[in-house]
């Protein structure tokens, strides 16, 4: 299979084999490009988007990750307005990454869409499935959060530094943990009078 035909294969949920020349390959292309984005730190907003929009499937407007930002294709990502990423984001993406508007990342977030086989020699043989992450519209991710393959995590929703998401986060809560659980709703009260 040629590197297109991978990546549908791999969108598929099967089994992939991760060491083919074409993904080694497609993967270092990822390195050079994060390289020409983290070094364009301080230049226009304008140019460092164009580098972003080379490297991910696609971009909204004010999108600003602070260096280092490291990605393993890049081309299954898309990222809504007015997002933040804080330093050292990394993101896996055999499989789809969907990112809202008005999403917050705090330092060192990672996103792991792919898993390498349980078996032990199917891992070596390079065995590998993958699954996408979802990230609905104004969440906020704290530090050092992982997001692990599969999961979704609904709009307005706050993760708490640290925490390890295996399952579904709905919208509008709070939720911490390892694994990440639910801790309690976001209401009203939680208004302090800061003017927006
Ligand atoms: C762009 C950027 O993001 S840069 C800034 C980066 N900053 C961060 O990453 C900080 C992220 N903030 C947090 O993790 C905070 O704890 C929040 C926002 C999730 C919760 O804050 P609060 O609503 O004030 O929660 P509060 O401190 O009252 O804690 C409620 C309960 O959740 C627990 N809890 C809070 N945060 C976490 C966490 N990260 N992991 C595990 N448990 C947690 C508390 O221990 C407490 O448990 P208890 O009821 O058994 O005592």
């Not at 993406?93 to 869409?113: C, H, K, M, Q, S």
């Not at 199917?122 to 393959?149: D, L, M, P, T």
Request: glycine letters at 10%; a negative charge; hydrophobic letters at 35%.
């Amino acid at each position: 299979m040629n590197l297109e035909e991978q990546k549908k294969y791999i969108l598929s949920g099967k089994m992939y084999n991760d060491l083919t020349p074409e993904l080694v390959k497609a993967r270092e292309n990822a390195v050079f490009l994060t390289n020409e984005y983290n070094n364009s730190f301080g230049k226009p907003q304008h140019e460092r988007e164009n580098i972003l929009k080379k490297l991910l499937k696609s971009i909204g407007n004010g999108v600003h990750f602070e260096p280092t930002f490291r990605c393993e294709f890049g081309h299954n990502i898309t990222v809504g307005d007015n997002f933040y990423a804080n330093f050292d984001c990394i993101m896996l993406d055999g499989a789809e990454i969907n990112i809202g508007n008005n999403v917050l990342f705090g330092p060192r977030v990672g996103i792991y869409t792919s898993n390498h086989a349980i078996d032990s020699k199917e891992r070596i043989a390079g065995g590998c499935y993958a699954n996408s992450v979802n990230i609905g519209n104004n969440v906020w991710i704290g530090a050092g959060v992982h997001i692990n393959q599969g999961v979704s995590i609904g709009d307005n929703t706050i993760i708490g530094s640290g925490s390890v998401i295996t399952k579904n986060i709905p919208t509008n809560v709070i939720a911490a943990g390892v694994p990440c659980r639910v801790i309690r709703e976001i209401t009203e009260k939680d208004r302090t009078g800061f003017e927006v």
